[in-house]
């Protein structure tokens, strides 16, 4: 069984600048889940979908942060405009169970470091 | 909102010994997990706890749902255990997960 795929695996931009993250993640697994991981600390939930359906965007900072998942299956994080605080490790995550819950698998993360 | 503790924060341990991590969280959950982060950042789900006990190997992790407590062993600890390793408690839906600040833990050889 693949595992959850992320990329890229590393960038770099400048304050101001877009930037976009991709995940897909295991076959068949109904919940994803994307994490936003600071230096040091613990990962943060940013949004939680079921399905193609969000469950939970309470910590997504709307104003710059926004993410999709069409067809219930590969998902998109982004950026717009990126802030020095946006350097983190973004990880995504899925599990099988529609509601959530269970063992999460993850990806490699996202190293992303904004200058 | 739950608030997921971890101790230590940092622990250094000599090849061979047995080792303790320890978490704690506020609220009533569903679950607790248990993960490993190597450098690079990639994690691995070790255990997924809801009561008792669970074993894997030189691993063992035990929670006591009355004192919203956990406990992650390793015993015969080696240098490839070295990592970051957090704990994440499952609020009672299973919808979201809170993650504890991590305890990075390096076996000298």
């Known amino acids: 069984e693949a595992g959850v795929a992320q990329s890229p695996r590393y960038k770099i931009i400048e304050k101001r600048q877009s930037v976009a993250f991709w995940c897909n993640p295991i076959?068949?697994?109904?919940?994803l889940y994307w994490y936003q991981q600071i230096l040091g600390q613990g990962p943060k939930l940013l949004i939680q979908?079921?399905?193609?359906?969000?469950?939970?965007d309470s910590q997504l900072p709307k104003d710059r942060f926004s993410a999709e998942r069409l067809k219930g299956v590969d998902s998109t994080l982004k950026i717009q405009p990126a802030k020095l605080e946006d350097s983190a490790v973004y990880l995504c995550?899925?599990?099988?169970?529609?509601?959530?819950?269970?063992?999460?698998?993850f990806g490699p993360g996202t190293r992303l470091t904004v200058l | 909102k739950n608030e997921v503790e971890q101790s230590p924060q940092n622990l250094t341990a000599q090849e061979g010994e047995f080792i303790t991590i320890n978490c704690s969280y506020s609220?009533?959950?569903?679950?607790l997990h248990w993960l490993q982060q190597h450098p690079g950042g990639g994690i691995v789900s070790l255990f997924m706890?809801?009561?008792g006990k669970k074993k894997h190997g030189r691993l063992i992790a035990t929670i006591n749902i009355q004192e919203k407590h956990s406990s992650l062993h390793i015993t015969a600890s080696h240098p490839r255990d070295s990592a970051v390793y957090i704990c994440?408690?499952?609020?009672?839906?299973?919808?979201?997960?809170?993650f504890g600040p991590g305890t990075r833990l390096s076996v000298l050889p």
């Open positions: 995550a899925s599990t099988r169970r529609l509601a959530g819950g269970g063992e999460q698998f």
């Open positions: 076959s068949g697994h109904a919940t």
């Open positions: 979908f079921q399905n193609n359906g969000v469950v939970d």
């Open positions: 609220v009533g959950i569903s679950a």
């Open positions: 706890l809801s009561s």
């Open positions: 994440a408690a499952a609020d009672n839906y299973g919808q979201n997960f809170v």
